[in-house]
């Protein structure tokens, strides 16, 4: 059965760089949505993403962005990374763009240095 | 401005004992509220939903708009319940707002 999967797992990046991460969603889901959980804290809403158009945006600065492709998996980049961009990325998938069941993946790891 | 609050970072409970999570928000309109459970070296998973109204591992919640609360309860508690619990509110744009999370440890 396979769930959501996220890649890379972790991944350290130095101040300035770019970064990108990929999330493939379960099959038939359209729906993607990109968090970022700082430690101590709850997952922060990044983007969501469905039918390949945006649909929700959090309070996050231009350096982030996103995209769906065709076959439903997303990419999150972010540009001139901050020390305070280090934090756990969850990517979600859910079937429709409302309020249904989000499934989560294990996250991608991402440390600034 | 919308809002989810769990205001226990660590609740601490002996095996057989009632758990009680709390969590309140801040909506205007009808919410839809979700509780999430992360078990060490798990992915974040759905416990419930209020709509459902279902009980799942023996954990319920019941939405009480007068207090705007959403708390999960369970009558006694496990030792594999121990993990980090989130409240979660839905949010237009397919937005989750979750709580900061609340520890769960049921010791022996």
């Known amino acids: 059965d396979a769930g959501v999967t996220q890649s890379p797992t972790h991944l350290i990046k130095t101040r300035g760089q770019q970064v990108t991460l990929r999330c493939s969603p379960i099959s038939g889901h359209k729906s993607v949505s990109w968090y970022q959980q700082v430690l101590g804290q709850g997952p922060q809403f990044i983007f969501q993403?469905?039918?390949?158009?945006?649909?929700g945006r959090g309070n996050f600065p231009d350096r982030f962005s996103a995209r769906q492709f065709p076959n439903y998996s997303s990419e999150l980049n972010v540009n001139a990374l901050l020390l305070g961009d280090s934090a756990l990325y969850l990517c979600?998938?859910?079937f429709g763009g409302g309020g249904t069941e989000a499934f989560f993946g294990q996250g991608t790891r991402l440390t600034v240095v | 401005a919308q809002r989810v609050t769990q205001p226990e970072k660590l609740l601490s409970v002996f095996k057989g004992a009632p758990v009680e999570l709390k969590c309140n928000y801040s909506y205007s309109g009808s919410p839809e509220l979700f509780w999430y459970v992360q078990y060490s070296r798990q992915r974040l998973q759905l416990l419930l939903r209020?709509?459902s109204r279902e009980s799942i591992k023996g954990f319920t919640a019941d939405l009480n708009k007068g207090e705007t609360s959403f708390h999960l309860k369970k009558p006694f508690a496990q030792e594999e319940d121990s993990a980090m619990y989130y409240c979660?509110?839905?949010?237009?744009?397919?937005?989750?707002?979750f709580g900061q999370g609340t520890e769960l440890s049921v010791k022996p």
């Open positions: 979660a509110l839905y949010n237009q744009g397919g937005k989750l707002i």
């Open positions: 209020h709509i």
């Open positions: 993403y469905y039918e390949k158009e945006e649909r």
């Open positions: 979600a998938s859910s």
